[in-house]
């Protein structure tokens, strides 16, 4: 192992050279009530769990970035933003699917289905979510990389913040937190554009005519990106993230997680090329797992609730083991029954299908059909009858009583809709609005993608006069099909 020295600081007479790492240890050391934060420098490493990360980062970051511009066509004047939380319009379009206010319940349906598929993921492998997906960890990997560019691996890190101020620490450091600040900046703006027209707002950004809340959003997801993953980075997973603690109530001894296997790595020690192997562990102690995780924890003390099962340390793990000619896998996905079974001299066995992941599963795929057929048997035509309240009547002067009504009617497609409404439960009653009178149907026409109020007046003829109220139904008919809305008319009392 290499030994970094600082000679930067003061020695008194007779004193040896201080390492870095123990110039980092004084600096943590705690002065006050609270122990500061001891900063963790993870070491790049190689290997398939790494590579995946990249893949991932670079697949999930390039979906948030490039959704905004994606176009899908819709007719007449509506956005043709693939996906876009229009508040003007009160609608959430995803693709072919739109969504009103008063569908806020398939949003709902979504959280749900998110939340019992975590739930089911960390149940079989534990936090692969936290591990490859999480917003957190992905921009926490970005920013890494950024500073690597800039300052190096881990040594170097540690050498350029131990070393004293200079120009090369100066522009190294400026310009790692200007590259920070464009990321922030372009995590902000993307955001921004899911909520309005990307090519217009873009426009207006920069000529300071965009909306408010466009700025006011912008700001603070520039801030938090900036400040979460570029300094609190371990502290957001440890701290301020729930899951971490709620994931207990997940797991299992089955459940596949980034484990030592201290059956085959115990007794552990140091290890030169010509000693041999009998009578201890493959473990020789290198500590690379542990330089190489972002959470600063040394995972052979077993499961820990800041391990966020990144795979990092099995990738450095595997690459000591080559080096050592032992074999790969003294750390991996595993279970703790198998490695207890293995411990016992035992075959080990894993058991994906167990009362908890088959409760979950079955969960998720119950909410999942309910969401597609919710979705496959929208009604395209809604309408709501709204019987007047004040007056409740009107009695004309031949003795006929009318009543008045307001039908809203939703269109939800992309289509006008050609109309016939009908009225019924009331013999002779006459069907008007302000453009049409008489006793036959009315024909209208409603525009797409909006909610259109239509004024009727129902009248029943003096020879039908009753007290009380009757019920009565408007039937609207479209496409060969009829919708019945239950509704009363009103008499009122015969003794008026």
């Given at each position: 192992?290499?030994?970094?020295?600082?000679?930067?600081?003061?020695?008194?007479?007779g004193?040896?050279?201080?390492?870095?790492?123990?110039?980092?240890?004084?600096?943590a050391?705690?002065?006050g009530l609270?122990k500061?934060?001891?900063p963790?420098y993870p070491?790049l490493v190689?290997?398939?769990?790494r590579?995946?990360?990249?893949a991932?980062l670079?697949?999930?970051?390039?979906i948030?970035?490039v959704?905004?511009?994606?176009?899908?066509?819709?007719p007449?004047?509506l956005?043709?933003?693939a996906?876009?939380?229009d508040?003007?319009?009160?609608?959430?379009?995803?693709?072919?699917?739109?969504?009103?206010?008063?569908e806020?319940?398939f949003?709902t349906?979504?959280l749900?289905?998110?939340?019992?598929?975590?739930?089911?993921?960390?149940a079989?492998?534990?936090r692969?979510?936290?591990g490859?997906?999480?917003?957190?960890t992905?921009?926490t990997?970005?920013?890494?990389?950024?500073?690597?560019m800039?300052?190096?691996?881990?040594?170097?890190?540690?050498r350029?913040?131990?070393?004293?101020?200079?120009?090369?620490?100066?522009?190294?450091k400026?310009?790692k937190?200007?590259?920070?600040?464009?990321?922030?900046?372009g995590?902000?703006g993307a955001?921004?554009?899911?909520?309005?027209?990307?090519?217009?707002?873009?426009?207006?950004?920069?000529?300071?005519?965009?909306?408010?809340?466009?700025?006011?959003s912008?700001?603070i997801?520039?801030?938090t990106?900036?400040?979460f993953?570029?300094h609190m980075?371990?502290?957001?997973?440890?701290?301020?993230?729930?899951?971490?603690r709620?994931q207990?109530?997940?797991?299992?001894?089955?459940?596949?997680?980034?484990?030592?296997r201290?059956n085959?790595g115990?007794?552990?020690g140091?290890?030169?090329?010509?000693e041999?192997?009998?009578?201890?562990?493959?473990?020789?102690?290198?500590n690379?797992?542990v330089?190489?995780?972002?959470m600063?924890?040394?995972i052979?003390k077993?499961?820990q609730?800041?391990?966020?099962?990144c795979?990092?340390?099995i990738?450095?793990?595997d690459e000591?083991?080559?080096r050592?000619?032992?074999?790969?896998?003294?750390?991996?996905?595993?279970?703790?029954?198998?490695?207890?079974a293995?411990c016992?001299?035992?075959?080990p066995?894993?058991r994906?299908?167990?009362?908890?992941?088959v409760?979950?599963?079955?969960?998720?795929?119950?909410?999942?059909?309910?969401m597609?057929?919710g979705?496959?048997s929208?009604?395209?035509i809604?309408v709501h009858?709204?019987?007047?309240?004040?007056?409740?009547?009107?009695?004309?002067?031949?003795?006929?009583?009318?009543?008045g009504?307001?039908?809203k009617?939703?269109?939800?497609g992309?289509?006008a809709?050609?109309?016939?409404?009908?009225?019924?439960?009331?013999?002779?009653?006459?069907?008007?609005?302000p453009?049409h009178?008489?006793?036959?149907?009315?024909i209208?026409?409603?525009?797409?993608?909006?909610v259109?109020?239509i004024?009727?007046?129902?009248?029943?003829?003096?020879s039908?006069?009753?007290?009380?109220s009757r019920d009565?139904?408007f039937?609207?008919?479209?496409d060969?099909?009829?919708?019945?809305?239950?509704t009363?008319?009103?008499y009122?009392?015969?003794?008026?």
């Open positions: 192992m290499t030994v970094l020295i600082d000679r930067t600081r003061q020695k008194t007479p004193e040896g050279p201080v390492s870095v790492a123990e110039r980092q240890r004084e600096k050391r705690p002065t609270y500061p934060r001891t963790i070491k190689h290997g398939p769990w590579w995946l990360k990249w991932l670079i697949v999930m970051l390039a948030y970035y959704t905004p511009w994606i176009r899908w066509e819709r007449g004047t956005p043709d933003q996906v876009l939380v508040f003007d319009g009160g609608r959430f379009y995803f693709f072919m699917i739109q969504l009103w206010p008063q806020v319940y949003i349906g979504l749900v289905m998110s939340a019992l598929a975590l739930f089911l993921v960390t079989l492998f534990g692969l979510w936290c490859y997906a999480c917003p957190q992905v921009w990997d970005l920013y890494i990389y950024v500073e690597r800039f300052e190096g691996d881990r040594n170097a890190r540690m350029l913040d131990a070393a004293p101020t200079s120009f090369n620490k100066l522009w190294r400026t310009a937190h200007a590259v920070w600040m464009g990321i922030a900046f995590t902000g955001w921004i554009f899911y909520f309005h027209d990307a090519p217009q707002l873009i426009r207006t950004f920069w000529v300071g005519t965009a909306p408010m809340t466009a700025y006011v912008c700001a997801l520039t801030f990106t900036y400040v993953a570029g980075r371990e502290q957001v997973c440890t701290y301020m993230c729930p899951w971490p709620i207990g109530a997940m797991l299992d001894d089955q459940s596949f997680q980034v484990t030592y201290y085959r115990e007794p552990r140091p290890h030169k090329k010509a041999t192997w009998v009578g201890r562990g493959d473990c020789i102690d290198c690379q797992c330089v190489a995780c972002p600063g924890i040394d052979r077993g499961a609730l800041e391990c966020i099962n795979g990092l340390c990738d450095a793990c000591i083991m080559d050592v000619g032992r074999q790969r896998g003294l750390i991996a996905y595993d279970t703790d029954a198998a490695v207890s293995r016992e001299g035992r075959k066995q894993h994906l299908l167990r009362p908890r992941t409760y979950y599963g079955g969960a998720l795929a119950l909410v999942g059909g309910l597609v057929w979705l496959s929208r009604e395209q809604v009858a709204l019987r007047d309240r004040n007056p409740a009547y009107v009695l004309l002067h031949d003795g006929a009583v009318r009543n009504y307001t039908l009617i939703a269109n939800h992309f289509e809709a050609k109309l016939e409404i009908r009225y019924a439960g009331v013999p002779g009653a006459a069907l008007s609005n453009g009178a008489g006793t036959g149907p009315l209208i026409k409603v525009a797409p993608n909006r259109t109020p004024r009727l007046f129902v009248t029943a003829p003096a039908e006069a009753n007290s009380g009565a139904t039937e609207v008919i479209s060969d099909r009829t919708r019945s809305i239950e009363a008319f009103e009122g009392s015969l003794s008026e």
